[in-house]
C-alpha cells in the first residue's frame, strides 16, 4: 500500500511517499525558518503563506522521487492537529483536493502521535506496550501506548514546552532562534554541574513545568552582570531539562512496567540528551528508540507511516 504524507503543522512544508507504513520512498521537507528567525520565532501568517506556495511542488518532488504516479497512491495521510490554524488549513485543504479529484482516500492524523512513529520507520522490532516521550517546540508530552489506536496521554507541560524553554533560554542568552541547537552548541564548553537548577513540582508526576527554570535563568543573568559564564549556564539549564525529560519517562516505564521507551519529536536531536538516553537504558534495563535527527523534526514520512497503520486497522472509518 502507497501512501502519500503531506505535514504542514508549523514552518515545514513536508511530502513523503512510504510503502507499507515501513519503506521510506521519498520525503521532501522545506521550511520558512530562515524567514523567521529574524524574528525570533513562528510568524503564523508568513509560515502559512509560503506553505501555499510550496505544498504544490513539495508533493510533486516527493512523488518524483520516489518513481511514483499519483494514480499509484492508495491513501493520502495529512497532519489535522494540533498546530498553527492557517498552515494546518493549506496542507488538509491540499490533500482533499487530490482525494476528490483522484478519488483518494485520505486521513487525518494527529502530528504528536505521528512523532511517535517516526521510530517505526527506522527501528525494527518495537513491542507493544511502550512509553513514548514527545519533546517539541509546541509540545512536551508522555503517552502509554498499547496499540497504535490506544495512545493515552498520562502527562503533558503544564506552562511551556520543551523546546520552547530552550527557545527562551537561548533568547536570554543572545542565542538566535531557533535555541536548541545554539544551546546544545554553547554547552559543549560549559560545565553542567556549574549551576543548580531546578525544574518545578508538578501536581501530577507524569506533567512538566519548565517556565520556573527559564524565569531563574533571567534572574541569574540579571544578577550576575556578565561574571557567570553563558556556556556554564547554557550546560546547566540542557543537563537539568533532559535530567526531568528522562527520570519521568523512566518513571511512566516502572509504573506501567513497559519495557520500552520510545522519544520523538525536534528536541529528540539533542545529542546530550541521546547519550544520556543510552545511559539510562542500560542502568534502567529499558529498550530505548530514537529516530534519526532528519526524522525528529517535522515531516510528512512519519505522517504517512502513522495513517497507513490506521487506516489498516480502521479499513478507513476515520477518513473525511
Ligand atoms: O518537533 P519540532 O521540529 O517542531 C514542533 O513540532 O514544534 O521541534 C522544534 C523544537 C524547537 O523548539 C527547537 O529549539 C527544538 O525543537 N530543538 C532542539 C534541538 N533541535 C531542535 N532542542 C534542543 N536541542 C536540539 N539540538
Ligand atoms: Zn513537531
Request: proline fraction near 3%; glycine fraction near 8%.
Amino acid at each position: 500500500m502507497l501512501v502519500l504524507g503531506i505535514e504542514s503543522s508549523c514552518d515545514e512544508t513536508s511530502a513523503a511517499v512510504v510503502e507499507n507504513g515501513k519503506k521510506l520512498l521519498s520525503c521532501k521537507v522545506i521550511s520558512s525558518l530562515d524567514i523567521h528567525r529574524k524574528f525570533g520565532g513562528v510568524i503564523p501568517e508568513i509560515a502559512s503563506r509560503m506553505q501555499l506556495a510550496s505544498i504544490s511542488f513539495i508533493v510533486e518532488e516527493a512523488l518524483l522521487k520516489a518513481g511514483i504516479s499519483l494514480d499509484k497512491i492508495n491513501l493520502i495521510s495529512v497532519t489535522d492537529t494540533p498546530g498553527l490554524l492557517g498552515s494546518l488549513l493549506v496542507g488538509q485543504s491540499f490533500a482533499k483536493a487530490i482525494s476528490i479529484s483522484k478519488d483518494i482516500p485520505v486521513l487525518g492524523i494527529n502530528h504528536i502521535h505521528s512523532h511517535i512513529y517516526a521510530n517505526f520507520l527506522e527501528h525494527k522490532n518495537i513491542s507493544f506496550p511502550f512509553v513514548a516521550l514527545v519533546v517539541s517546540g509546541g509540545h512536551t508530552s508522555l503517552f502509554y501506548v498499547p496499540g497504535f489506536e490506544e495512545i493515552k496521554l498520562l502527562g503533558s507541560t503544564s506552562d511551556d514546552a520543551c523546546g520552547e524553554a530552550f527557545d527562551k533560554v537561548a533568547k536570554l542568552l543572545g542565542l538566535k532562534y531557533p535555541g536548541g541547537p545554539e544551546i546544545e552548541k554553547l554547552a559543549k564548553s560549559g560545565s553542567p554541574k556549574a549551576i543548580k537548577f531546578k525544574c518545578s513540582q508538578t501536581k501530577s508526576p507524569f506533567d512538566f513545568s519548565f517556565s520556573g527554570i527559564k524565569t531563574a535563568v533571567l534572574y541569574l543573568l540579571k544578577n550576575s552582570q556578565g561574571k557567570i559564564s553563558k556556556a556554564d549556564i547554557a550546560a546547566s539549564f540542557q543537563e537539568t531539562v533532559i535530567d526531568v525529560l528522562i527520570e519521568k519517562s523512566v518513571l511512566a516505564c516502572k509504573h506501567y512496567k513497559a519495557k520500552t521507551l520510545l522519544i520523538g519529536g525536534g528536541v529528540a536531536s539533542n545529542s546530550r540528551f541521546r547519550d544520556k538516553l543510552l545511559l539510562a537504558q542500560k542502568i534502567n534495563k529499558l529498550n530505548i528508540f530514537i529516530p534519526p535527527k532528519n526524522l525528529c523534526i517535522d515531516n510528512a514520512a512519519m505522517v504517512a507511516g502513522l495513517g497507513y497503520q490506521l487506516y489498516k486497522r480502521n479499513g478507513g472509518k476515520n477518513a473525511y
